[in-house]
């Protein structure tokens, strides 16, 4: 794989599969910007990128806050002039509950994250990568979310918004005057990914 000075984005990169993605592209090419809620563990990340000679920018932000996710996308873009690849990577799996336990806030909290994250990120990106034709953004997605987790419910539901929402955000971004849907759909890819369990803090927070 070569992203020779390609302009990354990964979301949740302070640590677990975040960082061995933006790690992974740094080792291909890219200048990559590190954005996670934990400001100190994005700056060590960075760090590692920039050890193998490539730029990074570490970003604190709360993909769950438009205002947040906003400003890191114009602070990447101010930095680098542009963003060619976007991996929405930032998740929590939230409290092990069955419904009847659930709260409101329980349910709020994890879909803010995977899911209003996804969809806040794609919108960030989606006009510049247009622009520019060029564009290539990854959601993380998880087994959970094609097979269901009955103790996981808000999780599962995150996840399981990830598979339709490559092809939705797609035709949207289609919006464009000077091209179809199907022609942005070529310039702009995305795809999903679903790991099977991997022992992440989002897991194991203790």
Not at 134 to 156: D, F, H, M, Q
Not at 162 to 186: A, E, M, N
Request: charge should be positive.
């Amino acid at each position: 794989m070569n992203l020779t000075d390609k302009i990354a984005v990964v979301t949740g990169a302070g640590q677990g599969i975040g960082k061995a993605i933006a790690l992974r592209l740094a080792n291909a090419g890219a200048d990559v910007a590190i954005i996670d809620l934990n400001m100190a563990a994005a700056e060590a990340v960075a760090q590692e990128i920039k050890d193998l000679g490539r730029n990074a920018l570490p970003l604190q932000a709360d993909v769950s806050q438009s205002a947040s996710v906003n400003a890191a996308v114009e602070k990447v873009i101010s930095t680098f002039s542009r963003v060619d690849i976007l991996v929405n990577n930032a998740g929590i799996a939230g409290r092990t509950l069955p419904l009847t336990d659930l709260e409101e806030a329980d349910w709020d909290a994890v879909i803010g994250v995977n899911l209003t994250g996804v969809f806040l990120c794609c919108k960030a990106v989606i006009a510049p990568m247009i622009a520019q034709d060029y564009g290539r953004i990854v959601n993380i997605a998880s087994i959970a979310g094609k097979e269901g987790n009955p103790t996981l419910i808000p999780y599962s539901v995150s996840k399981a918004y990830c598979y339709p929402q490559v092809f939705c955000v797609v035709y949207v971004g289609g919006g464009s005057k000077r091209d179809t849907p199907l022609q942005v759909r070529q310039k702009v890819r995305k795809c999903w990914k679903y790991p099977l369990a991997v022992a992440t803090l989002a897991i194991r927070p203790s």
